[in-house]
């Protein structure tokens, strides 16, 4: 096989697998919204509370990372023209990528709590600390993940870390 028709094939596979994969995660991610906001006060759990951010951050990833990708397709990327945009959209899927992950770490460690037989432990399973602990998440990983805009720069075409930082 010809080397190419490999991006010839990439295209084909990106246009066609990736937009079947983001039409179903943007279903999908709705339809848990829909499913843990419904819930009544009273059976609401922090668990529930750490699967709704995680869905609510799942569609605003997928948003945010696989809209640019369909857009490049057939356009010129905006990464390579522009410097902010650059910076900006790795930052961003760093840090949703991080809240998507830490969604999952605290609903974990959530059911963790409640299945302990210390009451001071299964205390720390409360909405009230999840809704907290969301909101901490948020903050810190913005500012933990400050350091990409950082160094990200545009070289030959390609919007990279160059020089110290790629070590």
């Known amino acids: 096989m010809p080397v190419t028709v490999l991006p010839f094939i990439q295209q084909i596979m990106t246009r066609y697998i990736i937009s079947t994969y983001f039409a179903l995660g943007i279903i999908g991610n709705i339809c848990n919204c829909i499913v843990f906001i419904k819930q009544s006060h009273q059976h609401r759990t922090p668990c ?3 699967l709704l951010s995680l869905s609510i951050f799942g569609i605003i990833y997928l948003l945010w990372s696989v809209i640019p990708l369909l857009y490049t ?3 010129i ?3 390579i023209q522009s410097i902010v945009y650059c910076k900006m ?4 899927s760093h840090v949703l990528g991080q809240y998507l ?3 999952v770490v605290f609903a974990c460690a959530d059911r963790y709590f409640l299945t302990r037989t210390s009451a001071r432990i299964r205390s720390w399973s409360s909405v009230q600390i999840a809704r907290r602990l969301v909101l901490i998440m948020c903050s810190t990983w913005l500012v933990l993940g400050s350091h990409l805009p950082m160094f990200m720069d545009i070289r030959g075409g390609i919007c990279w870390m160059f020089d110290f930082y790629k070590f």
Do not use: A
């Not at 959209?89 to 961003?92: A, E, N, S, V």
């Open 73 to 75: 397709l057939d356009h």
């Open 101 to 103: 992950r830490f969604s």
């Open 48 to 50: 529930s509370v750490y």
């Open 89 to 92: 959209r790795l930052y961003g």
């Open 77 to 79: 990327d905006p990464q």
